[in-house]
């Protein structure tokens, strides 16, 4: 991944397409492979600089119709 890149996009979880609604649990999950580091970053809150980041663009199918 582009380290320059990186930091110029907003990383909230809310708008990564990782991040989703899990019924069994009741809450939202990062469905990302993370590892041991990676997961403990998340699960303090640090997503700041999240490796796996992607924004979630809903209309991107529609994108590619246009």
Do not use: W
Not at 35 to 54: I, V
Request: hydrophobic share 20%; aromatic share 16%.
């Amino acid at each position: 991944m582009n380290t320059k890149n990186t930091k110029s996009k907003p990383q909230n979880c809310e708008s990564c397409e990782f991040y989703d609604y899990d019924e069994e649990y009741d809450a939202y999950v990062c469905n990302a492979r993370l590892d041991q580091d990676e997961m403990a970053s998340f699960l303090g809150k640090n997503t700041k600089g999240c490796p796996s980041y992607r924004f979630y663009d809903e209309y991107k199918s529609v994108h590619k119709q246009i």
